[in-house]
């Protein structure tokens, strides 16, 4: 199985500041011939599932406010968060699909300071 | 705009089996790896497998002996049993969809899951 990392578990940044994610895995997936990273970030609310934000490591999902972006390629991903709002608290999750099973980072939790 | 919805028992006796449905509307199967999460306190998120629109399924080595999905296209849904169930297999359990597909025998995955359910929480107690 791809283990993913997440760090750091938690996190509490200003509102309007930037927030920085990282997630790592325990082998590359990049799949050669694309050239394309299976890697994905959600957000998850208190009470929801977890809503898709990025994919292809950098991609961001339709209706995704331009302040969430993704790098990163490999084994080694970022999601950051610029200019933070009230409405991106949340726990966020990276998670694989290169092979099966799919597997999924423990989560960072961002809060405003 | 697509919706997924899970349905089934909340409360399940230990040793039984744990039966969900996910009714999938305003869209088709057609394409997609339908998939099954959980998520517990102790063990975050969880991928317990999926089925292709066309009936091959994969899933989680982990679970894999008690683990069975199923999917009906005449009703656009599919299904989750997980037998022998303990208390540690209680969780909110999500459905959830993945584009794809498969070609000589190797399924390719796209998008990451992009629509899931709201999930459904099973309690493993007598």
């Known amino acids: 199985d791809i283990v993913m990392t997440q760090s750091p578990d938690s996190l509490a940044v200003s509102l309007g500041e930037r927030a920085t994610i990282d997630c790592k895995s325990s082998?590359?997936?990049?799949?050669?011939?694309?050239?394309?990273?299976?890697l994905a970030w959600y957000q998850q609310k208190p009470g929801q599932p977890p809503k898709l934000l990025i994919y292809?490591?950098?991609t961001r999902q339709s209706g995704v406010p331009d302040r969430f972006s993704g790098s990163g390629s490999g084994t080694d991903f970022t999601l950051t968060i610029s200019n933070v709002q009230a409405e991106d608290v949340a726990i966020y999750f990276c998670?694989?699909?290169?092979?099966?099973?799919?597997?999924f980072g423990g989560g960072t939790k961002v809060e405003i300071k | 705009q697509v919706q997924l919805q899970e349905s089934g028992p909340g409360l399940v006796k230990p040793s039984e089996t744990l039966s969900l449905t996910c009714s999938v509307s305003?869209?088709?199967?057609?394409?997609?790896?339908l998939t099954w999460i959980r998520q517990s306190q102790g063990k975050g998120l969880e991928w317990i497998g999926h089925?292709?629109?066309?009936?091959?399924?994969t899933y989680n080595p982990s679970l894999k002996s008690r683990v069975t999905i199923s999917v009906d296209t005449s009703k656009n849904q599919f299904s989750l049993r997980l037998s022998s169930v303990i208390a540690a297999d209680t969780a909110v359990y999500y459905c959830?969809?993945?584009?794809?597909?498969?070609?000589?025998?190797?399924?390719?995955?796209?998008?990451?899951?992009?629509?899931w359910g709201q999930g459904t929480t099973v309690t493993v107690s007598s």
């Open positions: 959830s969809r993945m584009a794809g597909r498969i070609a000589r025998g190797m399924s390719y995955f796209d998008y990451g899951l992009d629509v």
């Open positions: 292809w490591s950098s």
């Open positions: 998670q694989q699909y290169y092979s099966s099973p799919l597997t």
């Open positions: 082998r590359s997936v990049l799949h050669v011939l694309s050239n394309k990273s299976y």
């Open positions: 089925i292709y629109y066309t009936g091959s399924t």
């Open positions: 305003n869209g088709s199967i057609s394409n997609y790896f």
